[in-house]
């Protein structure tokens, strides 16, 4: 079975931090480029940030750069989202995605591998 698990999710105050987790299973995440995206209640679903396959390249949308910080592991098949100084407009569900490149923070090249997403929650 070909899946990406998302998790680390959860309830934080305003200027929490969390880590997020996407793991693969069924395929490497070796071969693919990776994103994380998110999507708010009523609002469209936005790139958060993208890594290259080898992790030598990063980007990140403006509203978290400096924030966010996103990383891989392959020998763990793994990719992360560190997030701090988290704000309530980080509120939503988070999701990862395998693809082929990244266009800016926006993973491009999709490989149909989503995860179900986890829920980031800021608030007081």
Known sequence: QLQLVESGGGLVQPGGSLRLSCAASG???DYYGAGWFRQAPGKE???VSCITFNGGSTYYRDS???RFTISRDNAKNTVY???NSLKPEDTGIYYCAAGSH???PVLSGG???WGQGTQVTVSS
Do not use: A, P
Request: hydrophobic share 30%.
């Open 27 to 29: 395929f490497s995440l």
């Open 45 to 47: 679903r936005e790139g």
């Open 64 to 66: 978290v750069k400096g």
């Open 81 to 83: 989202l560190q997030m």
């Open 102 to 104: 990244c266009s800016g």
């Open 111 to 113: 490989t149909g591998y």
